[in-house]
């Protein structure tokens, strides 16, 4: 089998065997095929794009290109949540504590961010003496007594697909749906879960940009999972304005104990309700989704949610001082408002905009060898429908440098778009893909 033969098959538009797309995986994986073929198989690929059977191929060779882990010992059933990535995406950590809450084993794998802010790990590091590196014995037995850990990944979990994806970085070849649908499907899989909810989000401060882009990249992962015989719901949900009010990591944990607690943003909390909810039926706690709202809802009411996250912080080495007194979470040394120049209603926060302030305030990663500040971001004060007038405070800029701190407050006012009526609608769930 050659090389040459499988790129000329793709750029013809054929359909190419599970035995060429292996030969591909595994040799790129272990540095047999050169990247100079490998970019041309892509771009033929992103240009002739693959079909269903050849998807879930390239998805399950990526599988086994490293560890599979195996999650067989923990009782139950394991769901996993993945999120396409936003601006203010804190619902692993609320969603975590709420569904484990109900009895639902959360076995998760986590990576750090590369972006606006940190990753999963990253917000949870928040908290003085976390731990997310454990072995495979202490992850099993948090599991099955307390129904909750938060990992970092390990090193060889699908190897295939960190080369890949930095190879269609420097190649342009990122936004072809096979290409991301199996990246993503590949982690998930290899992490051993037997169901999956996917937040597929939508809109300027998203991956996907359009909702027809949307659905067919979640239509893409229902039909992988259904291939390999796993569970997968999606949910496209909204990302043209950040979710919630907090930008930056210790940020975003205050937000999520907060949402925990009952007292957290209305969008917030409602996403984690339609994302929990599919996860708890999905295990099997509920026959619907009205039933497993109502389980969440009371989850929240009662505090167990809440001690459900004091008990997996403090599980995984955390200092519970620090969410019971969350002033503690790195507080940043300078907070500055950010005024309204006129009166009007919000009718756009541009997402993207608000993520990448953050960023160069210090809350992301521009290179993997960058250093986060975890005390830094943007909180809105404001949403979009909101009526604000003049020298209103839109948002405030937590930060460690005073001149940065100011000379992005003028960037972050022009990502608030002000107009005499606001006329739009915009959901926040657009459709559930089963």
């Known amino acids: 089998m050659r090389m040459y033969d499988i790129i000329l098959k793709k750029r013809e538009g054929h359909e190419l065997s599970k035995e060429e797309i292996e030969f591909f995986v595994d040799g790129f994986t272990r540095g047999h095929i050169p990247d100079y073929q490998a970019s041309a198989l892509l771009m033929a690929i992103f240009f002739k794009k693959m079909n269903e059977k050849e998807t879930k191929d390239l998805t399950m060779s990526m599988v086994n290109s490293g560890e599979i882990i195996d999650l067989s010992s923990i009782e139950g059933i394991k769901v996993d949540k993945h999120s396409?990535?936003?601006?203010?995406?804190?619902?692993?950590?609320?969603?975590?504590?709420?569904?484990?809450?109900?009895?639902?084993?959360?076995?998760?794998?986590?990576?750090?961010?590369?972006?606006?802010?940190?990753?999963?790990?990253?917000?949870?590091?928040?908290?003085?003496?976390?731990?997310?590196?454990?072995?495979?014995?202490?992850?099993i037995?948090?599991?099955?007594?307390?129904?909750?850990?938060?990992?970092?990944?390990?090193?060889?979990?699908?190897?295939?697909?960190?080369?890949?994806?930095?190879?269609?970085?420097?190649?342009?070849?990122?936004?072809?749906?096979?290409?991301?649908?199996?990246?993503?499907?590949?982690k998930k899989i290899a992490s051993g879960a037997d169901a999956i909810v996917l937040d597929i989000k939508l809109g300027e401060g998203a991956f996907m940009k359009t909702e027809s882009e949307a659905k067919k990249l979640?239509?893409?992962?229902?039909?992988?999972?259904?291939?390999?015989?796993?569970?997968?719901?999606?949910?496209?949900?909204?990302?043209?304005?950040?979710?919630?009010?907090?930008?930056g990591n210790a940020l975003e944990v205050k937000?999520?104990?907060?949402?925990?607690?009952?007292?957290?943003?209305?969008?917030?909390?409602?996403?984690?309700?339609?994302?929990?909810?599919?996860?708890?039926?999905?295990?099997?706690?509920?026959?619907?989704?009205?039933?497993?709202?109502?389980?969440?809802k009371e989850s929240i009411s009662s505090g167990r949610a809440f001690l459900k996250f004091k008990e997996f912080i403090a599980a995984q080495g955390g200092n519970i001082d620090f969410v019971m007194d969350c002033?503690?979470?790195h507080p940043a040394k300078y907070i500055i408002e950010v005024k309204s120049d006129r009166e009007g209603f919000i009718s756009k926060i541009h997402a993207e905009g608000v993520g990448l302030i953050a960023m160069k305030l210090g809350a992301g990663r521009i290179t993997k060898e960058s250093i986060i500040?975890?005390?830094?971001?943007?909180?809105?004060?404001?949403?979009?429908?909101?009526?604000?007038?003049?020298?209103?405070?839109?948002?405030?800029?937590?930060?460690?440098?005073?001149?940065?701190?100011?000379?992005?407050?003028?960037e972050l006012l022009n990502c608030f778009i002000i107009n005499e009526k606001y006329l739009e609608n915009v959901p926040l769930i657009y459709d559930i893909i089963r």
């Open 84 to 139: 396409t990535g936003g601006v203010g995406d804190t619902t692993t950590l609320v969603l975590g504590p709420m569904v484990a809450s109900l009895g639902v084993p959360v076995a998760k794998m986590s990576g750090r961010g590369l972006g606006h802010t940190g990753g999963t790990i990253d917000k949870l590091e928040s908290i003085e003496g976390f731990n997310v590196n454990m072995d495979r014995d202490t992850f």
């Open 141 to 186: 037995k948090n599991v099955n007594d307390r129904k909750i850990v938060i990992g970092a990944q390990t090193g060889n979990l699908v190897p295939a697909d960190k080369k890949l994806y930095a190879l269609r970085d420097l190649t342009a070849t990122v936004e072809d749906i096979s290409l991301i649908a199996s990246s993503i499907m590949s």
């Open 218 to 247: 979640a239509e893409a992962m229902v039909s992988i999972g259904k291939m390999v015989n796993k569970k997968v719901v999606a949910v496209i949900s909204d990302m043209d304005q950040p979710l919630g009010y907090a930008v």
């Open 255 to 296: 937000e999520a104990i907060d949402t925990l607690k009952g007292i957290g943003p209305l969008d917030l909390t409602e996403l984690c309700l339609t994302l929990g909810s599919y996860m708890v039926i999905l295990a099997g706690k509920a026959k619907d989704k009205d039933e497993a709202r109502q389980l969440l």
């Open 327 to 329: 002033s503690k979470m």
């Open 373 to 410: 500040d975890l005390s830094v971001g943007v909180v809105l004060n404001k949403k979009r429908g909101d009526r604000v007038f003049k020298n209103d405070i839109l948002a405030y800029i937590h930060a460690s440098d005073l001149n940065i701190g100011n000379e992005l407050a003028e």
